[in-house]
């Protein structure tokens, strides 16, 4: 099977800096995108950014252009997402994802997820 592992988050002051990271590992396999979901608590998953298997395309939620930086190092297993200039509104649960599509906004496009991570942008 398929397991996804974020680790990064926690409790950050409005205007801080935080780097998430996803790693993949199991049975997965081709070229996969990748991408990282929000949810806060009483609202749907969220869509925050996603990147290719190649990392020659990114895309990002208008809320969070600008600030949000989404990269996969040499190792296509792992991906990263920099929070920068974080605001309390970005206060939730981030998820990894993986997909083979190309519906990146869609979160039933995606074939496995993690855990989550909680961040939490303090005021």
């Known amino acids: 099977q398929v397991q996804l592992v974020e680790s990064g988050g926690g409790l950050v002051q409005a205007g801080g800096s935080l780097r998430l990271s996803c790693a993949a590992s199991?049975?997965?396999?081709?070229?996969?995108?990748m991408c990282w979901f929000r949810q806060a608590p009483g609202k749907e998953r969220e869509f925050v950014a996603a990147?290719?298997?190649?990392?020659?395309?990114?895309y990002y939620a208008e809320s969070v252009k600008g600030r949000f930086f989404i990269y996969r190092s040499n190792n296509v297993n792992t991906v990263f997402l920099q929070m920068n200039r974080l605001k309390p509104g970005d206060t939730a649960v981030y998820y990894c994802?993986?997909?083979?599509?190309?519906?990146?906004?869609?979160?039933?496009?995606?074939?496995?997820w993690g855990q989550g991570t909680q961040i939490t942008v303090a005021s």
């Open positions: 199991g049975s997965i396999a081709g070229s996969y995108s």
């Open positions: 990147i290719t298997w190649s990392g020659g395309a990114t």
């Open positions: 994802g993986t997909t083979y599509g190309s519906r990146y906004f869609d979160t039933q496009t995606y074939d496995y």
